[in-house]
């Protein structure tokens, strides 16, 4: 079962170690299965204003009606992920509200929260990352949900409602035409 509207849909966390990490959850939230996939973005990401490089491992898997999201930064990566590893170590990221783009956006810019990370994801999605550290110490994803966002939270969803505990990680490519690791490449 989904989040209803206006709800926090996802916790993500930032991690060194993405196995390790979803055995954690796994063991200590009930989460999983963890879908998971490499997402590289050479060009199109924007860093707190600024073109840069984006390159991380992500896994996605629901705990009940939340859906949690493990990213782990890699080498060369420039973006709010690696700056939060590098400032605080593993641990809380940022959230998602159920709501739409336009509202989402409206709302945080309205509120005065900064714009640290814009990119079009290569399933079409446009995301932002809003600043919120200093009221909770991560940040406050807004996402385009309609795209493919909604029905892979479905897919997602039902993976964990049915899961058996076998196989606690798969590919986010055995779920849906994948565009592949490297965007625009």
């Known amino acids: 079962m989904l989040q209803p509207p206006g709800s926090v849909i996802e916790i993500a966390h930032v991690v060194d170690d993405l196995d390790a990490a979803i055995g954690q959850f796994i063991e200590l939230w009930g989460a999983g299965p963890f ?55 593993p641990g809380f990221h940022h959230i998602v509200r159920r709501e739409p783009y336009e509202k989402g956006v409206t709302r945080c810019e309205q509120a005065g929260f900064g714009k ?9 999605e446009r995301t932002v990352l809003f600043d ?32 058996d505990g076998e196989r606690p990680r798969r590919s986010l490519s055995a779920l849906f035409d994948y565009a592949g690791p490297d965007r625009g490449s």
């Open 35 to 89: 879908y998971s996939a490499p997402m590289r973005f050479p060009t199109g990401h924007h860093y707190r204003g600024k073109e840069a490089p984006l390159a991380i491992d992500v896994g996605f898997g629901f705990s009940g009606g939340l859906l949690i999201e493990l990213i782990q930064p890699l080498d060369g990566d420039r973006s709010v992920f690696s700056e939060a590893l590098a400032a605080r170590g």
């Open 132 to 163: 919120t550290t200093a009221l909770n110490g991560g940040f406050l994803e807004v996402v385009d949900l309609h795209v493919t966002f909604e029905p892979l939270l479905a897919t997602l969803s039902q993976a964990h409602d049915g899961w």
């Open 116 to 124: 640290a990370l814009e990119l079009t994801t290569a399933f079409g």
